[in-house]
């Protein structure tokens, strides 16, 4: 990422492309390192999550079938009811260690390459070696994503609302109306939203705003450049979508084709989705510094290596705390 903060306000939707690519492949063996520590753990804990969430449903729902053909009261009935209580059980803990991981390495993940980016952009000299440093701790980042999930509820009711318009019972002309309204609001809220968590989730790392304030500043930042983010995020979610759609394709339903196949499929997909998962935070964080200097906010380098640096030492002392706490 060689352009000044001043030019960085005429980069456009190419040109962001251009210097994420630019910004990993110049810094390539840093990346690389993030990557294998990190973000490959991140990739293989939700692929893992896909394969034995499709395994969980295939035998809940084989169960429940041989439920139904089962006289009801009879021992094989009860046993068989029992069997898909505790699978359900099984199931929601698995549910439970999966999000508890993917949140620690999302976090953990992103402030390292949102960190690095920024980095390369103070004076390409600053090498990121504790990549694996947070911002301010879980408790504001609890606050962040609660925040985000109170909108991302809001928004799947509306989308529910555009699911039930399909069957309205006056006419099928009033419905379908009514359901091309509530796609359009629909998608363009969910559209807004992401690109407004996404932005937040880098202000939450380089500036002092986190949780509700965070997501205020991300709103204000992306005025003027909402077009080249809309169009950006969902690039890159197709993008995402697409080796998501091969992997339940080709390796959880590829029943037709044999093992070998199937564990060379996933390594791909595994690759793939590292690094789309990779090239998206890098972006993301450029398009901080677009906003940045297209609303001519000057970016206080120094102050902004204090605040890491800060953010380093209190995370230590949380970290000497909480073993003193377990010895």
Request: charged share 15%; hydrophobic share 50%.
């Amino acid at each position: 990422m060689d352009k000044e903060q001043e030019e960085m306000q005429f980069v456009g939707c190419f040109g962001i492309f251009v210097e994420s690519y630019r910004a990993i492949f110049a810094w390539r063996k840093i990346f690389t390192k993030i990557t294998l520590s990190l973000i490959l753990p991140l990739s293989f804990i939700y692929l893992v999550h896909m394969e034995v969430s499709n395994l969980f449903f295939r035998t809940i729902i084989y169960d429940e079938i041989e439920l139904h053909r089962t006289r009801s009261g009879t021992a094989r009935y009860e046993k068989l009811s029992d069997l898909i209580s505790d699978e359900w059980a099984y199931f929601f803990l698995f549910k439970a260690a999966y999000f508890t991981l993917y949140f620690i390495f999302s976090l953990i993940s992103s402030a390292a390459v949102v960190y690095t980016v920024a980095c390369i952009h103070r004076s390409g000299t600053q090498l990121q070696r504790r990549h694996q440093r947070r911002s301010q701790g879980v408790e504001a980042a609890d606050g962040y994503f609660l925040k985000h999930f109170h909108r991302h509820v809001s928004v799947q009711r509306l989308g529910r609302l555009v699911h039930f318009s399909r069957f309205d019972r006056r006419g099928k002309r009033f419905g379908f109306g009514l359901f091309v309204i509530f796609a359009a609001v629909y998608v363009v809220g969910f559209l807004y939203l992401t690109v407004i968590w996404h932005l937040a989730s880098v202000v939450s790392v380089l500036e002092e705003a986190y949780g509700f304030n965070a997501m205020v500043k991300g709103k204000n930042l992306i005025k003027g450049n909402t077009l080249v983010a809309v169009v950006i995020f969902p690039v890159l979610g197709m993008a995402g979508g697409g080796v998501q759609f091969a992997f339940q394709r080709l390796v959880l339903q590829g029943n037709n084709s044999g093992m070998g196949a199937r564990v060379v499929y996933a390594i791909i997909c595994l690759f793939l989705h590292s690094m789309l998962s990779l090239f998206g935070l890098v972006i993301q964080t450029v398009i901080y510094f677009v906003c940045k200097s297209y609303h001519h906010e000057n970016i206080d380098k120094s102050a902004l290596s204090d605040h890491w640096m800060l953010t380093w030492e209190s995370m230590l002392r949380c970290w000497k705390m909480c073993s003193v706490r377990a010895v």
